[in-house]
């Protein structure tokens, strides 16, 4: 494993302080926690959305406070799952 340099260090720690102002700025708690838990099990899909939402939030394209439902569609929006299709069947008796 190679040790990284001072300044890459130093940059990393600029870079995750931002991010936790930002995630403080415009996430409500519900949303930071369930950000945290999907880190666990997907930290790639977790690290996508954290970029998004920071790019929004530095290009002032955010309007408002990602709540727990918004972070839903979000997640949802990047896995590409499709909307839930539902077939009933109606019996005639």
Do not use: C
């Amino acid at each position: 494993m190679q040790m990284e340099n001072p300044e890459e260090a130093e940059q990393r720690k600029k870079l995750e302080a931002l991010k936790q102002e930002v995630f403080a700025k415009y996430l409500t708690k519900e949303a930071r926690e369930r950000l945290g838990s999907i880190r666990y099990a997907h930290p790639e899909m977790a690290e996508n959305v954290e970029n998004m939402i920071l790019q929004s939030a530095l290009s002032n394209r955010l309007k408002g406070v990602i709540d727990d439902d918004k972070l839903k569609e979000l997640l949802k929006a990047l896995s590409g799952e499709k909307k839930e299709n539902r077939i009933t069947f109606n019996r005639k008796i």
